[in-house]
């Protein structure tokens, strides 16, 4: 603080001035009696100076006058007055006013000089010091600039050695400067050293599709350099270093310095070899699904429900009656061909397919130019957007009417077939009547001759084991023309199963077979036709007698189960083959037989099985561990639901 007061204080030259003459005068004033009231006054020009210097010319010359009027008043007698009384003094007087005025000039042109030359200095020290700045921000910018292209030239770096595709880059000359991993990985191992585009010998390649070998001018690369412009999507095929060959995609860019001058050039080089295997898989799959189309005569159709436009292929227009060249066409071209009566019923299964996402399937006539009328089979498939609107139907097409006509002429024996069983059955169902009371007149006559007597008993077997195969004949057609009809009554089923044994025994002890039966003691109730479920059971137990040999032994069991009554025939039989278990209870089944069918029967028996249990509400099935290993056959039937009124009771 007192430092800087001082030059505070000292850089004001008339301070400096009043000062320095105040201290001069009062070192003359009383030092005055050794210079025998004398004093020098030039001594106060050390005052002049100080003022001059600190000051300025004025400043010194004002120190001038301020110790000139101080010697008159204060040092030359006669003291503290203004009157000068002797010229000696008048002289001293005026020598240090002009001296001093000499002396300030002086000294203020030298301090001028003296100024001028500090202040070049300082400029000089400034300019200097903010040089010395600007280069410490320079160098620091330099080094930041630096830092920042070794932090990019590693982000650089780090990103290419991230992608999943060969990098390089090279020089003005096509020299390689560096490259990723992958870039090696495509070649199959370490890349040997590339200065120019002459070396490009070294790697192999053919173009995809000529199969010519790469020149190295020609790699992408090269011609980037070449013709300053990128060069994108050369495909080729490589000779890879580990000695297997490649499929790849070469692109490059140039290049360029702040000037436009092409630097260099950057690659990338991609390995296909997968994507070039699908594709030729693709093309492979799309060529043998045109060859299966062409070989299956099916029509393909793509239907856009937004601009109603249909792209079908040539089979398609053929089966719709229009020329084959007609492929592209809009829904009202599609519709004007189905037939009026199945149009409905075509828009509805499409509207119910798209709301549901449920594939459409559908055989419906269309109507040609000329009138025919043919049957086509169509299944398609919605495909769908991220919003669950139908964007794209797409699906085939088939002309099934060969098939249909074939249907219907099966469809026309069959019911002839039906027509003539059921003739069949009523005719010989005429003559059966009496040759069976003829037998009964025989009997009633009781001949003697034994062998008369045997003849008549084979008539009698065999008119009944007759009239039997005619009532199956009859109930199948029946089953057949759907007038199979049960008379529904209150059924006791141990009386059921009672009369059922009673019909077969004669057969299951004609082959010495152990028939065993169980059922509950106490009566079972259930609503049913009681002829029905007797002939049901008692053809069980007779299938059951025929294919068992002979000594075999047959269960019939009856329990209750979760409201039902649950029938049971098994038997140590032949057995029934895993493939034959499926078709066991259509008409005309029957398992193998020897060649003198000493079974007999015309496999109806089980169909007339199955039937009637399904007319009843229940249901039937078998069971067999296989041939040799006997059979089981299971029936469930509803028990009465509601309180039974027991007739009798």
Not at 377 to 402: E, P
Not at 500 to 520: C, D, F, G, K, N
Not at 527 to 532: L, M, Q
Request: charge should be negative.
């Amino acid at each position: 603080m007192h430092t800087l007061s001082i030059k505070r204080v000292l850089s004001n030259g008339y301070v400096v001035a009043v000062l320095a003459t105040g201290t001069i005068l009062i070192v003359q004033h009383f030092l005055l009696p050794l210079f025998m009231g004398s004093p020098p006054l030039l001594l106060f020009l050390v005052g002049v100076a100080l003022a001059a210097w600190y000051g300025s010319f004025k400043a010194g010359f004002f120190a001038t006058v301020l110790s000139t009027l101080s010697s008159v008043y204060y040092l030359i007698e006669p003291f503290y007055s203004w009157q000068i009384a002797e010229q000696r003094e008048w002289l001293r007087v005026l020598l240090l006013l002009s001296v001093g005025g000499v002396l300030s000039l002086m000294i203020s042109l030298l301090r001028k000089e003296e100024r001028q030359a500090l202040m070049e200095v300082l400029t000089q020290k400034e300019r200097l010091e903010q040089e010395i700045v600007e280069r410490q921000r320079a160098e620091q910018a330099l080094s930041a600039a630096h830092d920042e292209v070794v932090n990019e030239r590693n982000r650089l770096e780090a990103v290419m050695e991230t992608l999943p595709v060969g990098v390089a880059i090279l020089d003005s000359r096509g020299g390689r400067i560096g490259a990723n991993r992958a870039y090696d990985q495509v070649w199959g191992g370490s890349c040997p050293a590339v200065r120019s585009i002459s070396d490009y010998a070294v790697y192999q390649a053919w173009w995809g599709d000529t199969g010519q070998p790469v020149q190295p001018e020609d790699w992408a690369g090269a011609q980037a350099l070449r013709k300053g412009e990128p060069v994108v999507g050369q495909l080729m095929e490589i000779q890879r270093f580990d000695g297997a060959r490649a499929f790849v995609h070469n692109s490059a860019a140039p290049i360029f310095d702040a000037a436009g001058r092409i630097v260099g050039s950057a690659v990338a080089i991609m390995d296909i070899s997968e994507s070039v295997k699908k594709e030729q898989a693709l093309r492979e799959s799309e060529e043998r699904y045109r060859l299966a189309i062409d070989a299956a005569r099916l029509g393909t159709w793509d239907w856009d429900p937004i601009s109603q436009q249909i792209v079908w292929n040539p089979r398609h227009a053929m089966i719709f009656g229009y020329p084959p060249q007609l492929t592209l066409v809009d829904y009202q071209t599609f519709s004007d061909r189905v037939h009026p009566e199945d149009l409905p019923r075509v828009e509805a299964t499409v509207a119910e397919a798209r709301e549901h996402h449920t594939r459409y399937v559908l055989d419906h006539r269309v109507v040609w130019p000329d009138g025919s009328v043919r049957w086509v089979s169509a299944i398609g498939n919605f495909h769908y957007d991220t919003h669950g609107t139908a964007v794209r139907m797409i699906g085939v097409l088939m002309d099934i009417t060969d098939r249909k006509q074939a249907e219907e002429a099966l469809r026309e024996a069959d019911r002839q077939k039906n027509e003539f069983i059921a003739m069949l059955g009523h005719e010989l169902r005429n003559p059966l009547a009496p040759i069976r009371n003829a037998v009964h007149v025989m009997r009633k006559l009781d001949t003697l001759d034994p062998k008369l007597r045997w003849a008549r008993d084979v008539v009698d077997r065999q008119v009944d084991h007759l009239v039997r195969l005619v009532n199956d004949l009859l109930d199948v057609s029946r089953i057949v023309q759907g007038k199979l009809t049960l008379q529904i009554t209150l059924v006791d089923l141990v009386t059921v199963i009672n009369q059922a044994v009673e019909t077969s025994q004669p057969l299951i002890e004609s082959r010495r077979h152990v028939l065993s039966v169980a059922v509950p003691e106490e009566p079972v109730y259930l609503e049913g036709d009681h002829v029905r479920l007797v002939q049901t059971i008692s053809n069980l137990l007779d299938n059951a007698a025929k294919y068992t040999p002979e000594g075999g032994c047959i269960w019939l069991t009856v329990v209750l189960a979760n409201g039902e009554a649950v029938i049971s025939v098994r038997d140590t039989g032949e057995g029934i083959s895993s493939s034959l278990l499926p078709h066991l209870f259509d008409a005309f089944t029957q398992a193998a037989r020897t060649l003198d069918r000493t079974q007999g029967g015309l496999g109806l028996g089980l169909m007339i099985v199955h039937k009637i249990v399904e007319m009843h509400g229940g249901h039937v099935e078998v069971k067999s561990e296989g041939l040799g290993k006997g059979s089981e056959f299971v029936i469930r039937l509803p028990l009465c639901e509601q309180v039974c009124v027991v007739p009798g009771l």
